[in-house]
């Protein structure tokens, strides 16, 4: 698998959390929380907000 500047990446599986829906789960939820599969961006700012 090649990444978008055409370099070689080793293709790790990811596990895929299957209540995702549109990159959230639990969306419609009082505590709605993204998918960190789909939405990797989002990581470092819910970690830091979920745990201190």
Do not use: A
Not at 18 to 25: A, F, K, L, Q, Y
């Amino acid at each position: 698998m090649h990444d978008r500047t055409g370099d070689e990446i080793d293709e790790q599986p990811v596990e895929h959390d299957p209540r995702c829906e549109d990159g959230w789960i639990d969306r419609d939820g009082d505590t709605p929380q993204p998918c960190l599969t789909c939405k990797p961006h989002l990581r470092q700012k819910f970690e830091r907000r979920h745990h201190g």
